[in-house]
């Protein structure tokens, strides 16, 4: 059995018994509370609540007291947020065999950029392109809905409707059912996804709390009738 699908086991097995909110410790989420960032005024109404929801959870984080909610998020930037999400999940993940994509090695500048792409690498979440993980790169819309799909294991959640993206054909090949699971599962609710553009750092955060709270659920679900 490969790395990928003994990984893919242990997560829907932590998934069962873990209920994912409740991860964040108490003291954290309390201090989390308070934070309110210097451009918050900036901030598009409906990504403000799950802005500050991601960061309770401890997922994202501000720079200087600033959220820069209309920035493009970088790769580097989600790989940090999914390896947050993973550990919450799994305690302190073993990466002892995994194998460094080539840009981002031991030595890099930024030890939790590292951490964070053994971490990923090693549950199958961001496979990289020819060994490289580029993550000064902006993510697109369509490799968000790719990694978000396989960090969450989304794929396998029960539909709740029917994809509405109507520019789908405006997508890669390889991505279109990410993005259709993300519409299917209301994780999206927009009929154009524009799936060639890059995604802000408020989208990605609701995008990401809305994934969240998609296993939350599930989890409430199969844990309800004992």
């Known amino acids: 059995m490969g790395i990928y699908k003994s990984c893919k086991n242990i997560f829907i097995g932590a998934i069962a018994t873990t209920f994912i909110i409740t991860t964040v410790s108490p003291t954290f989420a309390a201090e ?5 960032f ?15 929801k991601a960061v309770e959870l401890g997922l994202v984080k501000g720079e200087n007291g600033n959220f820069h909610p209309v920035t493009p998020i970088s790769r580097g930037q989600v790989v940090k947020t999914l390896a947050r999400y ?15 994509f080539e840009d981002v090695g031991a030595d890099s500048s930024d030890p939790e950029l590292y951490r964070a792409s053994l971490i990923v690498k ?11 993980l580029l993550p000064k790169e902006n993510i697109t819309r369509q490799a968000m809905a790719k990694v978000l799909v396989k ?3 989304l794929n396998e959640q029960e539909k ?3 994809s509405r993206i109507t520019d789908l054909d405006l997508a890669q090949e390889w991505a279109r059912e990410y993005i259709q699971t ?14 060639l553009i890059n995604v802000s750092r408020e989208q990605y955060a609701s995008f990401l709390v809305r994934s969240v709270e998609m296993m939350n659920s599930t989890t409430e679900d199969s844990s309800g009738d004992q």
């Open 122 to 132: 090693k549950f199958g979440t961001f496979e990289g392109y020819n060994g490289k």
């Open 32 to 36: 989390n509370q308070n934070i309110k």
């Open 160 to 162: 709740v409707g029917e």
């Open 86 to 100: 993973l550990e919450n999940v799994h305690g302190k993940i073993d990466t002892s065999i995994v194998i460094p």
């Open 182 to 195: 993300l519409s299917e599962l209301d994780i999206t609710n927009v009929k154009d996804f524009r799936p």
């Open 151 to 153: 960090a969450f294991n």
């Open 38 to 52: 210097n451009d918050e005024a900036h901030f598009d109404s409906s990504h403000k609540e799950n802005i500050y």
